[in-house]
């Protein structure tokens, strides 16, 4: 009998050290399958940071510029109209010209002035606006430079030097202002407040945040609203039958629809029977809360849901009403599972492209939205359009406008893990 | 709480009702250019649009990228801002389009010819610079062949390009292009392989005879992995020829102009694909691309008129135009100017005579 029991336990602490190593393995699928996700995101990352670190800084070239009231055409620098047809590249060119000497060829002249942007001449009457003191003066200034200039100014040093849009006169040019400090990267604002732009150098997305958060908002107040009232009927006073058990599997089924078919309910149903306008956030907002309808819906009946019968049976048995027993106590328990809902859902929205298409806000918009019924594009379209423009600059253009994507997903996500780690109870 | 909880719920409740009214109730009036259409056209109708609201100090045209059928679709949908005014084309208008543009009231169409795009067939600046001609790659890129003998056509069997030409490097056929949505794609196909198989008299003889059997031979692309449909995004198409320096990608002059650092232009029938060559048209690959503007829309959304003069001055698609730097190529100085005359004095289209 000792025996027999001796050998139990040493079956026992064979096959213990089986069950150790089964269960090592075991984990370590896990972390390899966790580690293969985080290498992806790394490899994303390092991908669009390596290439978009540059969109936040832009080259700027230092020109002492001269406010010659014959070049400029003013003769009073306080009328407004005068001030508006100036001829403000005049200047710009001039002071080229007073650094490098004036060219004689066209072709040369032409290069010598692609080396400013042309937002320049538009700085120079801003300037000139704010002090009118300026005219016939001369000062400093450091003026945004060409893409051109830009794309081969950031690409010196690493080895493959862009040149081809370079001629051996321009790099002539920038090796003179180089050598004098004359050229340097600077910190890009436009970049966070301009619009699009077909010049990468002056490019933003300034206009498609703004256009976003127009569109999110709209959003944001039809869907949570009726997406919760949809979950509350459906889940405190909806009786259980064939009906509700439609509606449900439709809700689920609408939740994994492609996003497009719901820009083409848009195209047909807003706009070529509603006759909304093409391309305004309103109509964007309207279509994109169809799409994300299905999702708030089922996250708040999930949320409702969770609370514990028994608070319903407390307040039933001192006699609240259903709908007081609904607005008194369901909805505030269940408030923090539908606002992360709601958010994860409007991180959905932020990201969606593809409706949009069929409604014209993938468009090129470079006035910034200032109303809900204002031509206005989003920032994944703005990043779409910019992934199939030909310049070279807008490259890095693109990446900078996903990291400015990628940080507003993180904000919202994040924001939906606080408020469930702060207001959630557990029962 | 209690309380705020409630009135903040009916106050949602409320404001999603007032948008929902909002949404009744929208002007029908419009005070910015609506352009739709061709994505080839696209980055110069915004260059023109972003000067032309720069120097109005007014609002900047919006332009949607479409594609040209799309936007012709949307063009010829009627009269009236809640319609685009203008459509841009990198193809003529089809005869169904326009009769499409009549039924449904848009009576008034001014055809403005903007410039020429080249289409390229590049590869990896890694490797020699290739020489084809269009007969190379009609016999590269055709479904079907002629055989050897006779006028009647086999299942494309050349591997390689040597198989092809045997002056051609021996390396696999791989020619990355557009889908068949795209407009270059379109013309891709019209030009250069028709081109190459009009080099066949049998079968240009067929175009006489049997139009949709003579298409059907010149314009059908191999489907066994030789052309590979990659999308309309030129962009990806550089950026995989700069990893496949075998491979030959189809796209516009434009994206080889930016990319020059990393791909290189074929040279067809002994022509390289140059700005100079495409503009006197001696490249062969070369398109003309257009504007379309609804006549009945001048006056009555502003700044059309003006955005036509804008487009049709030399400062913007003249030889030394802000355009041409973009990689528009522009016509001959007459062509210019009859065109801009056309746009200055609304001369509107005939018919549909002459359109395929």
Known sequence: ?427 | MKATLRSSICGLGVGAALALVGTGAFAQSRDTISMVGSSTVYPFATVVAERFGKANNGATPKVESTGTGGGMKLFCGGVGTGHPDIANASRQIKKAEFDACQANGVKDIIEIQIGFDGIVLAKSIKGAPLQLTTKDIYLALAKGIPAKYGPKLVPNPNKTWKDVNPSLPDTKIEVLGPPPTSGTRDAFVELAMESGCNSFEWIKDLKKVNEVEYANICHTLREDGAFVEAGENDNLIVQKLAANPNALGVFGFSYLEQNSDKVQGAAINGVAPTFDNIANKSYPVSRPLFIYVKKAHIGVVPGIEGYLAEFTSEKAWGEDGYLAEKGLIPMPAPLRATMAAKAANKVTMGGSAGLK
Do not use: C
Request: overall charge neutral.
């Open chain 1, 1 to 427: 009998m000792t025996e027999r029991k001796a050998s139990t336990a040493e079956i026992i602490r064979a096959s213990l050290k089986r069950r150790y190593r089964a269960e090592r393995r075991f984990r370590l699928y896990g972390i390899a399958a966790v580690s293969f996700g985080l290498l992806a995101v790394l490899l994303l990352l390092t991908d669009i940071i390596g290439k978009g670190h540059g969109a936040f800084r832009q080259t700027y070239v230092q020109l002492r510029v001269h406010y010659d009231p014959d070049v400029l055409g003013i003769a009073s620098a306080t009328d407004p109209a005068a001030l508006a047809l100036g001829d403000y590249e005049a200047v710009v060119r001039q002071a080229l010209h007073q650094r490098f000497g004036a060219p004689v060829e066209r072709a040369e002249r032409r290069e010598l002035s692609a080396l400013i942007s042309n937002a320049a001449g538009y700085e120079l009457q801003d300037r000139l606006r704010a002090n009118p003191a300026l005219l016939g003066a001369s000062e400093t200034l450091w003026l945004l430079a060409d893409d051109d200039i830009d794309a081969w100014f950031k690409s010196r040093g690493g080895g493959a030097e862009f040149t081809s849009r370079m001629s051996e006169r321009k790099l002539a040019w920038v090796d003179s202002l180089l050598e004098k400090g004359e050229i340097a990267l600077r910190f890009n604002l436009d970049f966070f407040t301009r619009g699009d732009s077909r010049e990468p150098e002056q490019a933003g997305i300034g206009g498609a945040v703004k256009g976003s958060l127009l569109t999110l908002a709209i959003t944001l107040l039809l869907s949570f609203p009726i997406g919760v009232a949809a979950a509350i009927y459906l889940e405190e006073f909806a009786p259980q039958n064939r009906w509700t058990d439609f509606i449900e599997v439709n809700i689920n089924n609408l939740a994994a629809v492609p996003s497009v078919i719901f820009g083409l309910l848009g195209l047909a149903v807003f706009i070529n029977f509603f006759h909304m306008p093409r391309s305004a956030p309103v109509l964007g907002g309207v279509v994109l809360a169809l799409v994300t309808l299905p999702t708030v819906i089922i996250s708040s009946r999930a949320a409702i849901k969770s609370v514990p019968p028994s608070i319903r049976e407390a307040a039933l048995g001192v006699g609240a009403s259903r709908m007081q027993v609904v607005l008194g106590h369901v909805l505030p328990l269940a408030m923090p599972g539908m606002l992360t809902g709601a958010i994860l859902g409007m991180a959905r929205a932020l990201g969606e492209t593809a409706p949009l298409l069929m409604i014209g806000m993938v468009a090129f918009i470079v006035d910034i939205p200032h109303g809900f019924t204002d031509p206005a594009t989003v920032l994944p379209v703005q990043i779409f359009l910019w992934a199939d423009s030909p310049e070279r600059a807008f490259v890095e253009k693109t990446s900078g406008a996903i990291m400015v994507l990628l940080a507003f997903l993180t904000l919202m996500n994040a924001l939906a893990v606080v408020l469930r780690k702060r207001l959630e109870r557990r029962w």
